[in-house]
């Protein structure tokens, strides 16, 4: 294997595109297609920089060898063969959460649940769509999911919101310790998550100084905007009306409180993650 056809196999490997990789290595698109066409070789620090994305040592990425290189060549073609015609673990999963989900749908519309087999059979179906829609992080997608599907669902049902724990030490047992507690476990759940999720992706190769520093401006930027949205919004004269009618304007409220309140959540995510990928940069 010459060092075109293993830059071209390490890069689909990782999923990456050739703009995606030029953006790496700060080079143009063009010459990653050059590479792979072995029509240009690349310098020795792109060479180095290559080795770093791919996690791949220089004689490997220079040589096209591999790590099974010892393997028997059928014993090779074998597992080749097995990874192009198995059905994907992940497509195994979607499969059965899309049964679980038609199953659940069905035994609550026979007991007379009607719309209720729809709503609990939701993450189930959700999950099957990720699990064939994506290739990495499904089990992390899939958490978010069921999360957000779960949060939605609680606070439309009960009314209980993870803002309930600011009210902790005000809390007395008239305003019951069950629903404090489902507070707590869901403001818990969703730092871990968000923690898991900016370690995952705070991990991925980097792109040049200039758009790094670009995404972490913009990002933290939307989070500033967003918050001042959500502090402008008990001022407007419509949740005045929302709250001076309220019983029949409760789904618009907590539509839009709940929108709001995820859509900071992703942006400030977002902007934490190009944080640690800036000051891993820096380092």
Known sequence: MNLGETIYKLRTEKQFSQGELAEMLEVSRQSISKWENNSAVPELEKLIRLSEIFEVSLDELAKGEEKSKDVPPEVRTEVVYVKQKGFPPRKIAGTILFCMAFLVTILLFVAGAGLA???????????????????????????????VL??????????????????????????????????????????????????????????????????????????????????????????????????????????????????????????????????????
């Open 117 to 147: 087999g729809l709503i609990f059979a939701s993450p189930f179906l959700v999950c099957g769509i990720i699990c064939f829609a994506f290739k990495k992080n499904v089990g992390l997608w899939c958490a978010w999911a069921a999360y």
């Open 150 to 283: 779960f949060d939605i669902y609680m606070s439309y049902a009960t009314g209980i919101s993870r803002s309930s724990i600011i009210h902790t030490f005000k809390w007395t047992y008239h305003m019951n310790y069950m629903r404090l507690a489902f507070a707590w476990i869901l403001a818990i759940s969703l730092l871990i998550m968000m923690t898991i999720t900016v370690i995952r992706f705070g991990k991925y190769p980097m792109v040049s100084e200039q758009k790094i520093k670009k995404q972490l401006i913009i990002s933290w930027a939307v989070v500033v905007v967003l918050q001042a949205a959500a502090m402008i919004w008990p001022r407007t004269e419509m949740y005045e009306y929302i709250l001076t009618n309220i019983f029949e304007m409760e789904m618009s409220y907590r539509f839009i409180t709940i929108s709001l309140s995820w859509t900071r959540i992703i942006a400030v995510t977002v902007a934490l993650v190009y944080t640690v990928r800036f000051l891993r940069r820096k380092k």
